[in-house]
């Protein structure tokens, strides 16, 4: 069974940092490309970064590139998100999803349950 | 970026009825195009996925159409788990975008 466990979040003062972690299970992990997407409470979902099954190649939206930085340890079936720079627009619920199809960068067949993060001084 | 515009915002429609639900993008996508159902509380589910394929599981009275810029979701006959919130997604670019989403609501 496919899991992906996100952690990490939290409350950080405008300007901090906050590193969130993606624990995959039950595929394999280094075989598909992934991606961190948010959801502003009440709001849609904002794709923010993807990162190839290699990590080689990474995307970023406009809205968080040069603050954020996605990577992944394949020997630990981990994804990560380096947030840095935070600002109060990027308060949201922070999923990791698994691309549908390897060698693909979306769809996305599974989602993390999230994890908030709360961007307040 | 690519911006995905789906129409309406929300919709109110009752048990047996069938809904459509359109999507457009700001240039063509091919059939680069995905379609999600979100409940309140829990992640997206990925319902279509190319414009007109159905997800493993998904059942059949959901179905998706469409191909360029113009891309819609079809509920032939609406259940009452089918209330939800529905997102279109493009594929095409790397750089994905979502659709603001459809609110479908029990009338």
């Known amino acids: 069974e496919v899991q992906l466990l996100e952690s990490g979040g939290g409350l950080v003062q405008p300007g901090g940092s906050l590193r969130l972690t993606c624990a995959a299970s039950g595929f394999t992990f280094n075989n598909y490309a992934m991606s961190w997407v948010r959801q502003t409470p009440g709001k849609g979902l904002e794709w923010v970064s993807a990162?190839?099954?290699?990590?080689?190649?990474?995307y970023y939206a406009d809205s968080v590139k040069g603050r954020f930085t996605i990577s992944r340890d394949n020997s630990k079936n981990t994804l990560y998100l380096q947030m840095n720079s935070l600002r109060a627009e990027d308060t949201a619920v922070y999923s990791c999803?698994?691309?549908?199809?390897?060698?693909?960068?979306?769809?996305?067949?599974?989602w993390g349950q999230g994890t908030l993060v709360t961007v307040s001084s | 970026d690519i911006q995905m515009t789906q129409s309406p915002s929300s919709l109110s429609a009752s048990v047996g009825d069938r809904v459509t639900i359109t999507c457009r993008a700001s240039q063509s996508i091919s059939s680069y195009l995905n379609w999600y159902q979100q409940k309140p509380g829990k992640a997206p589910k990925l319902l279509i996925y190319a414009a007109s394929s159905l997800q493993s599981g998904v059942p059949s009275r959901f179905s998706g159409s469409g191909s360029g810029t113009e891309f819609s979701l079809t509920i032939s006959s609406l259940q009452l788990e089918d209330f939800a919130t529905y997102y279109c997604?493009?594929?095409?670019?790397?750089?994905?975008?979502f659709g603001q989403g459809t609110r479908l609501e029990i009338k």
């Open positions: 997604q493009q594929s095409y670019s790397t750089h994905i975008t």
């Open positions: 999803a698994k691309t549908f199809r390897s060698g693909s960068y979306s769809p996305f067949d599974y």
């Open positions: 990162i190839s099954g290699g990590g080689g190649s990474t």
